[in-house]
């Protein structure tokens, strides 16, 4: 192997070879461990050593990675205390996820590392996001992602990389290329011949390197890291390589030819440079095998402490309260009296426009939301006042644009993403369900990040323009869900959203936003999240709502004649009322819940079952509920009436009250 020192000391040589040696003989320890039954899992990086500690090495420590399985040289290259290292891989509470997650899939701000989550490419957008940060903040800073060749067939590999290219964010995308993806060999896996052909098609500048080669991947990283600084861009290197193990242990290597094992031995970074090093005269025997002993007492020291640390022992209202970063919302009343009559979706714009003035922290992402002012026009003029850095046009990249809304929450700033269409969630549901929501229980970072979401149907939009799908959130633990119904509730929750250091889902119905209007405070205010409020106080049947259904409720209550309807509209859907929902039931003993989602599923259903177990004796008759037909939304006009609920709302009110 040809290595160039250039001008680096034997100092920093033998710091280096330090550096790889240590996962090289870690690994050793655990793939014992591993036989002995100690340890229940590995991904063996072994060969592939020199990019995790060269790309660690080359950057500041103040600069972010993003590792992933393969990556144990990053962790060890950022000093993280074997003891606490290895409590990590035994699930111990000392580790860094209190037992919660396994292996590399943590993060350490501290370190600033953030780690993994298994669905590998969500990390890509991540390191976007950070880089994001650093740019609005001219802290000229690099970030690294590192992503697999088999990763890199993921579409989160291709919306990184493209908003990296267009927003110009200072991130390296380190691809090690290793020749499979677990058992799937690259000419099953992509048809390009290497991925710097894909540098030039985004409008990145791809760099090739022996990843087997310490000096060269530290030498570039290095350089290529110093450039991004004083001239902030993407950069894709390719790292070749070669995967020595399997998969993962327990997998096997039968279907890699044996030849390529015998010639990838021969290129081994951590022997090679450690040749090179001897026979340069930096190392000698002696001080290589006083090195050796000293990793040796180190890895089993940290390995006795992390053994006698005990397994936690679970605390169920812990663990349910770390899903979430403790807040206590304090209720903000308006400064003056001063009204003004507002429209539903005046009043988004005036929560998102006081929001913005008050956190500086806070930026806005969505498509068409700059000059353009949005699809709904909620944001028309915020780029004259805010700036472009601050009101940001995205590319149609809806997983890239969330992983970044979770990145900036690590460097402490604060994220609108507007969905141009709920329904078009779906294109970045992984990101909002495993990363956002997870990441706070996981390793203790927040997700800051509040998706606004123009749902619902009434307008002959068709099946992708007019979903309810707030049920496939409500069933998240991490997220919070609102979802107002008026413009006074619209902008005090959203404001309360944006407050919220935890992801929020903020649904929006379009069919309300210009259709109501309400007198509504001038100054910001905030509404209590997790709060209902009772819209109607009837006697008869208690109906329990939410955005539309509460004016479909009410109407219906002005309609008839010889009956009164107590209505409460939930506000919040995560976490709901569970004391009104109690109250309203008590005040008529008859429930019916209505909701525009369909109906298998959806969340009547889990609000019936909390009555029929918490509240069966105020019950005068069984919990009923009415949504929309357990079909798509459909385009023309009686169909969508027929699919609404509203159609069969005042029927089944009537069967209801002659129970
Ligand atoms: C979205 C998703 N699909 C499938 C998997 C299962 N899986 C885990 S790692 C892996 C192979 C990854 O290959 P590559 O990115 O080349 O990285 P390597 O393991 O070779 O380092 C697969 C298929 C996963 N974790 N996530």
């Known amino acids: 192997m040809n290595y160039n020192?250039?001008?680096?000391?034997?100092?920093?040589?033998?710091?280096?070879?330090?550096?790889?040696?240590?996962?090289?003989m870690i690994e050793e320890r655990m793939l014992v461990l591993l036989r002995q039954g100690k340890i229940s899992k590995w991904f063996s990086g072994i060969g592939q050593e020199a990019i995790s500690v060269g790309s660690a090495l080359a950057l500041e420590q103040d600069e972010y990675i993003l590792p992933l399985h393969r990556n144990l040289g990053v962790f060890t290259s950022r000093d993280i205390p074997?003891?606490?290292?290895?409590?990590?891989?035994?699930?111990?509470?000392?580790?860094?996820?209190?037992?919660?997650?396994?292996?590399?899939?943590?993060?350490?701000?501290?370190?600033h590392i953030v780690g993994m989550i298994s669905h590998l490419g969500p990390q890509l957008a991540v390191a976007d996001g950070i880089a994001l940060a650093d740019l609005l903040e001219n802290k000229e800073k690099v970030t690294l992602v590192f992503s697999g060749d088999g990763g890199a067939s993921e579409g989160d590999f291709h919306e990184a990389l493209n908003v990296a290219a267009v927003w110009g964010l200072p991130v390296i995308f380190m691809i090690e290329n290793n020749g499979y993806g677990l058992s799937t060999p690259s000419n099953e896996q992509f048809k390009f011949n290497q991925f710097i052909d894909k540098g030039p098609a985004y409008g990145i500048d791809a760099l090739q390197v022996d990843g087997n080669n310490l000096l060269e991947v530290y030498d570039t990283v290095r350089q290529a890291a110093a450039s991004i600084r004083k001239n902030p861009r993407p950069m894709l290197i390719e790292a070749m390589t070669f995967r020595m193990r399997g998969h993962e242990e327990a997998s096997g290597t039968k279907y890699v030819?044996?030849?390529l094992f015998e010639k990838w031995a021969k290129k081994d970074p951590v022997e090679n440079f450690e040749k090179y090093l001897l026979e340069g005269l930096v190392l000698t025997q002696k001080t290589m095998e006083s090195i050796k002993e000293e990793?040796?007492?180190?890895?089993?020291?940290?390995?006795?402490?992390?053994?006698?640390?005990?397994?936690?022992?679970?605390?169920?209202q812990e663990e349910i309260d770390d899903m979430y970063k403790p807040f206590d919302q304090e209720i903000i009343q308006p400064a003056?009296?001063?009204?003004?009559?507002?429209?539903?979706?005046?009043?988004?714009?005036?929560?998102?426009?006081?929001?913005?003035?008050?956190?500086?922290?806070?930026?806005?992402?969505?498509?068409?939301?700059?000059?353009?002012?949005?699809?709904?026009?909620?944001?028309?003029?915020?780029?004259?006042?805010?700036?472009?850095?601050?009101?940001?046009?995205?590319?149609?990249?809806?997983?890239?644009?969330?992983g970044i809304g979770l990145g900036m929450s690590v460097r402490g700033q604060k994220s609108m993403v507007e969905m141009q269409f709920a329904d078009f969630v779906s294109a970045g549901f992984s990101q909002i369900v495993n990363n956002l929501a997870k990441s706070?229980?996981?390793?203790?970072?927040?997700?800051?990040?509040?998706?606004?979401?123009?749902?619902?149907?009434?307008?002959?939009?068709?099946?992708?323009?007019?979903?309810?799908?707030?049920?496939?959130?409500?069933?998240?633990?991490?997220?919070?869900?609102?979802?107002?119904?008026?413009?006074?509730?619209?902008?005090?929750?959203?404001?309360?959203?944006?407050?919220?250091?935890?992801?929020?889902?903020?649904f929006e119905h379009k069919m309300l936003y210009r259709s109501i209007s309400q007198e509504i405070p001038d100054d910001y205010y905030t509404i209590e999240i997790?709060?209902?409020?009772?819209?109607?106080?009837?006697?008869?049947l208690t109906i329990i709502t939410y955005g539309m259904g509460v004016h479909w409720a009410k109407q219906l209550q002005q309609e008839?004649?010889?009956?009164?309807?107590?209505?409460?509209?939930?506000?919040?859907?995560?976490?709901?009322?569970?004391?009104?929902?109690?109250?309203?039931?008590?005040?008529?003993?008859?429930?019916?819940?209505?909701?525009?989602?369909t109906l298998t599923g959806g969340i009547g259903g889990e609000i019936a079952a909390w009555i029929g177990e918490n509240c069966f004796e105020l019950l005068d008759a069984p919990v009923a509920r009415v949504a929309s037909l357990d079909t798509a939304v459909p385009f023309a006009p009686p169909l969508e009436q027929e699919f609404l609920p509203k159609q069969r709302l005042r029927e089944k009110v009537e069967t209801m009250l002659s129970y």
Not at 576 to 586: G, N, Q
């Open 5 to 24: 020192r250039k001008d680096y000391t034997d100092d920093e040589l033998l710091a280096l070879y330090k550096a790889i040696l240590k996962p090289r």
């Open 82 to 111: 074997l003891d606490r290292l290895f409590a990590q891989f035994q699930g111990k509470t000392t580790g860094f996820t209190k037992g919660r997650d396994r292996s590399f899939h943590f993060g350490t701000n501290e370190h």
């Open 257 to 259: 030819p044996q030849e």
């Open 560 to 597: 008839l004649t010889d009956a009164s309807l107590y209505i409460l509209d939930l506000r919040s859907l995560l976490p709901w009322d569970k004391e009104a929902v109690r109250e309203a039931v008590a005040k008529t003993g008859r429930v019916l819940i209505l909701h525009e989602d």
């Open 530 to 540: 997790g709060k209902a409020r009772t819209v109607a106080e009837g006697t008869d």
């Open 336 to 402: 003056s009296d001063a009204k003004t009559e507002r429209r539903f979706v005046d009043a988004i714009s005036d929560a998102l426009r006081q929001s913005m003035e008050r956190y500086p922290e806070l930026v806005l992402m969505g498509q068409d939301i700059a000059e353009y002012g949005g699809v709904f026009k909620i944001t028309e003029g915020f780029v004259e006042k805010f700036g472009k850095d601050r009101v940001r046009n995205t590319p149609l990249c809806e997983s890239a644009i969330l």
């Open 440 to 506: 706070h229980y996981r390793w203790g970072q927040n997700a800051d990040v509040v998706v606004r979401m123009p749902t619902g149907a009434g307008s002959a939009a068709g099946p992708f323009h007019s979903q309810s799908n707030e049920a496939w959130f409500f069933h998240t633990p991490g997220l919070k869900i609102v979802y107002p119904s008026s413009p006074y509730d619209a902008k005090g929750l959203l404001n309360a959203a944006l407050e919220d250091p935890n992801p929020v889902m903020y």
């Open 295 to 316: 990793l040796k007492a180190e890895i089993e020291d940290g390995l006795q402490t992390a053994f006698a640390t005990p397994m936690p022992v679970a605390d169920r």
